[in-house]
């Protein structure tokens, strides 16, 4: 009809060219992002949680075969290849500086260690250990008295006694001067009893 105006339809906006679809949708990122930052803080907090349960035997373990260096109260540093590890030793064959002379077969109780240096980053957890790694250091000293190899017994405070590991009871060994003529065949001018708490290292000569 004259005199009126058509009516021009209007576009209906879709759901997403509303300004608040995009108010939301900027919230949605930021929630996410809110969400990534905290999972990455929980596996970060449950990564340091793990290695806090790692022990210093754990590392140990992992580094057999490779050259460290070892503070050791009572004996100073020593260097050499890390042969052996148990629960509660470890078995060095080197010696206190490349000056000292040939290898030297070292146990040292991993309680008189006070810092390591060239030890593997990784770690080997106590069921993947070879059964060896069981032994206490009660055997090792009982090989060698059995050896009857001349040792040199260092304690704790600094003070060593060279002679040869006659028996090993359960928290001492007895170190006997003299000669010996085979296993037990010694000749003990003194006989030390030497409480294996206060035992830092042993040296077979």
């Known amino acids: 009809m004259l005199g009126m105006r058509a009516r021009v339809p209007l576009m209906s906006q ?25 999972r990455d803080a929980e596996v970060a907090e449950l990564a340091r949680a793990e290695y806090a ?15 460290v260096r070892l503070g050791v109260v009572g004996v100073g540093f020593l260097q050499g290849e890390l042969r052996r590890v148990g629960p509660e030793w470890l078995g060095l064959q080197g010696g206190r500086g490349s000056g000292e002379g040939p290898a030297q077969d070292w146990f040292v109780r991993v309680a008189a260690i006070r810092s390591c240096r060239g030890l593997s980053a990784r770690a ?25 190899a001349p040792v040199v017994v260092h304690q704790l405070d600094g003070s060593s006694s060279a002679g040869l590991l006659r028996r090993v009871g359960a928290d001492f060994v007895e170190l006997a001067g003299g000669q010996s003529d085979g296993p037990g065949a010694v000749t003990d001018a003194v006989t030390d009893v030497v409480s294996l708490r206060w035992v830092a290292a042993i040296r077979s000569e």
């Open 14 to 38: 879709g759901p997403f060219d509303h300004p608040i679809a995009g108010l939301f949708e900027e919230l949605e990122q930021q929630a996410e992002a809110l969400h990534l930052a905290e």
């Open 124 to 148: 080997v957890s106590e069921p993947a250990r070879p059964l060896t790694a069981r032994l206490g250091i009660g055997s090792v000293l009982r090989g060698l008295a059995e050896a009857a």
């Open 53 to 67: 349960g790692v022990t210093l035997a754990a590392r140990l373990h992992a580094s057999v075969g490779l050259p």
